[in-house]
């Protein structure tokens, strides 16, 4: 079955840049989306279709995605940025919906 | 703008049956733009997929929980439902309804509600 994995945590100091991996084998023919979610709330999209941007969400955030790894990059960050992160994909073979393990952004 | 609104029984026994319900306001659930997902998360813990919902009436399981689940619409109400048989510990989490986009993208979720088994 499909498995995304990315790093349980990333630090980053205020004012720098985080990238948040999504693992697995050629992620890079699938559409990726990504989610933020603060403690006590529901997700929200950041990014979708590995790098486009809903309306609301700060051109800070950026995504790309290639080969075996999708990437959910955050510049310049602010302390607002602290949250759980979850990349997700579609498996067009099972028709199953698949979440990334998630990954805990920590501003320093 | 859509909403989406979890309700249910916050508490439910050990081998009952887990029953929520997703009302959904702002959009029909009979549209074919759309299609509808449950999602819940234990404490502390990730997100996981539980299965969906096409307008079609067709529904997807994730393997792991497919032997106990069971997602159905109620078009006239306008509002789907879940069902998780023979519960255990193992299914207390937080529960999410979502809408889902053509291109598989969650992309509205209702505030979630907890449901414990003890």
Redesign the interface.
């Known amino acids: 079955?499909y498995v995304l994995t990315q790093p349980p945590s990333v630090s980053v100091a205020p004012g720098q840049t985080a990238r948040i991996p999504c693992g697995e084998n050629n992620i890079g023919l699938k559409?990726v989306?990504w989610?933020q979610?603060k403690p006590g709330q529901?997700?929200?999209?950041v990014v979708?279709?590995d790098s486009d941007r809903p309306s609301g969400i700060p051109e800070r955030f950026s995504g790309s995605n290639t080969g075996n790894t999708a990437t959910l990059t955050i510049s310049r960050v602010e302390a607002g940025d602290e949250a759980?992160y979850?990349c997700?994909?579609?498996d067009s073979s099972t028709?199953?919906?698949?979440?990334?393990?998630?990954t805990k952004v920590t501003v320093l | 703008q859509v909403q989406l609104r979890e309700s249910g029984p916050g508490l439910v026994r050990p081998s009952q049956t887990l029953s929520l319900t997703c009302t959904v306001s702002g959009g029909s659930i009979s549209s074919h733009r759309f299609s509808w997902?449950w999602?819940r998360q234990p404490a502390g813990k990730?997100?996981?997929?539980i299965g969906?919902l096409y307008a079609t009436g067709r529904t997807?399981y994730?393997?792991s929980l497919k032997s106990r689940v069971t997602i159905s619409m109620d078009t006239s109400n306008n509002h789907f439902s879940l069902m998780v048989n023979s519960v255990t510990a193992a299914d207390t989490a937080v529960y999410?309804c979502a809408r889902?986009t053509g291109?598989?993208?969650?992309?509205s979720?209702?505030?979630?509600t907890l449901v414990t088994v003890s």
Do not use: C, K, M, R
């Not at chain 1, 028709?95 to 998630?102: I, R």
């Not at chain 2, 291109?103 to 992309?107: C, D, E, G, I, R």
């Not at chain 2, 979720?109 to 979630?112: I, N």
């Open positions: 079955s559409s989306h989610y979610q529901a997700p929200v999209v979708y279709d759980d979850y997700q994909v579609w028709d199953h919906y698949v979440f990334g393990t998630g | 997902s999602i990730g997100l996981e997929w969906h997807s994730n393997p999410y889902v291109n598989a993208l969650f992309q979720w209702g505030q979630g």
